[in-house]
């Protein structure tokens, strides 16, 4: 399966060979965040009104299927 590109991805590539390893860093922290709050985001809107509890446990049982199991 062949990825397409976005027209800005020379520009975000520029960018980051610019950074420091430090900011590189600092960004993929960043950006994992982003996409754990997106994640959580998405499943408090496909179950709203769940228990808080019953939520977490969700949550962890979807995150433990992301988990890279190669070892």
Do not use: T, W
């Amino acid at each position: 399966m062949k990825i397409k590109k976005s027209p800005n991805h020379k520009i975000y590539i520029q960018v980051l060979r610019q950074m420091s390893p430090e900011k590189r860093l600092l960004k993929a922290f960043e950006l994992s965040e982003f996409a754990n709050q997106l994640f959580i985001h998405g499943l408090h809107k496909r179950y709203p009104n769940l228990p808080d509890k019953e939520f977490k446990k969700i949550l962890m049982e979807r995150l433990n299927k992301c988990h890279n199991r190669n070892y």
